[in-house]
């Protein structure tokens, strides 16, 4: 039987990337997928890369991975489709407005190219925005969007180069803990695979793989729905991801291909993991997006989904280590997944060879008080 340095359970972005920066340290690595890669909620994300949040951690986190996004093309010897399109938040109420500049002063702390903008500048630099009832918006060209999949394809590709393996359609049913150390998992055919460091990365099913070794994860699944468009002529300039914070609000954005792509939160939300679309979804999700950009009224719909978001009571991800010896865990994303995995994936790597992470990731502790809330959903 092979051995393993790490053995990674979940094949989404968070699993493959912890996956791949640990085999550039030289780590033999395993990374176990139930299904395929990208089958919970990385393949069914969006693709949108923002660093426009409100709290330290996450802003730092954001622009790591955002920085990584960068060099993915250079990484991995072809496109991922990454583009700085742009992110605008849109505020309806001086609330809102209050929110957004509060936290541009957090976010220029760090570096971030944002500003808030005027309604008149935003019909000014995006006219086929509706600006009736906007006040302004919080918009950085720095943020922006990739691919999935293709990001999936290079992590994949770089493991299997740098010595890793992944195996697919293959469920583990409960981890293997042996006084207060991790001994490896079981696989649900009952075969053991043993590994001294095992990272719980399996996105809504965490908190059930986790509960076999009695460690409790503060994770709830909600449904969240999607859909994508028949390719059209690109808008000059492109969409960016334009962000309705209001109670019937939404978020899309156009895709260099021309598509447009986009989803919203229901109120109220929809726990579990259901992946059931509905045609009340498709109704309201047009009605949305044809307010804020009317010209798209003719467009027709390829096709919609639905996926998990894992939600936290504040809003963040849980990237730590337990109180189990070599157990980890990188989780609870809350619907940042995909614009956060590079770079959680990068200092979880760090975590587990270097013992020690190379930002601070305290907002991110499993044992924390999830009393502060990420105001920027």
């Known amino acids: 039987m092979k051995n393993y340095d790490t053995i990674i359970v979940g094949g989404g972005i968070i699993g493959l990337a912890t996956g791949f920066y640990l085999t550039k340290f030289g780590k033999k690595v395993l990374v176990i997928e139930k299904r395929y890669p990208g089958a919970g909620s990385t393949g069914r994300c969006i693709g949108g890369i923002r660093q426009q949040f409100s709290t330290s951690g996450t802003i730092q986190l954001a622009r790591e991975s955002l920085n990584l996004f960068k060099e993915l093309e250079k990484e991995f010897g072809f496109s991922v489709e990454f583009c700085q399109s742009g992110y605008l938040l849109l505020a309806h109420t001086e609330e809102q407005k209050s929110i957004f500049l509060k936290n541009i002063e957090i976010q220029k702390s760090f570096g971030i190219n944002v500003e808030f903008i005027s309604a008149k500048d935003i019909k000014k630099e995006f006219p086929y925005v509706n600006t009736e009832g906007i006040l302004g918006g919080a918009f950085s060209p720095e943020d922006g969007q990739a691919f999935p999949f293709l990001v999936l394809k290079g992590f994949i590709r770089g493991i299997t180069k740098n010595g890793g393996e992944i195996i697919t359609e293959t469920e583990v049913s409960s981890l293997i803990e042996q ?178 992470f190379y930002i601070n990731m305290s907002e991110f502790s499993l044992n924390r008080k999830f009393q502060s809330k990420e105001l920027l959903k």
């Open 179 to 356: 006084n207060g150390k991790i001994k490896g998992v079981k696989l649900s055919n009952g075969k053991i695979i043993n590994s001294e460091i095992v990272i719980n990365a399996a996105g809504p099913w965490a908190k059930e793989l986790s509960e076999t070794v009695d460690i409790e994860l503060p994770f709830v699944p909600e449904r969240h729905e999607a859909f994508i468009t028949v390719k059209i002529k690109k808008f000059d300039p492109i969409i960016p991801m334009l962000v309705d914070y209001r109670k019937d609000g939404c978020y899309f954005n156009q895709r260099i291909n021309g598509q447009i792509i986009g989803c919203y939160t229901p109120v109220p939300n929809y726990p579990g993991k259901s992946t059931k679309e509905t045609f009340e979804f498709l109704y309201e999700m047009s009605r949305r997006t044809v307010r804020l950009v009317p010209a798209l009224e003719k467009v027709h719909v390829l096709r919609q989904w639905a996926g998990s978001y894992t939600m936290t009571p504040d809003g963040n991800p849980v990237i730590d280590k337990t109180e189990i010896e070599g157990y980890f865990v990188a989780g609870g994303m809350s619907g940042h997944g995909f614009m956060l995995g590079p770079a959680t994936g990068k200092l979880l790597a760090s975590l587990i060879a270097e013992d020690k």
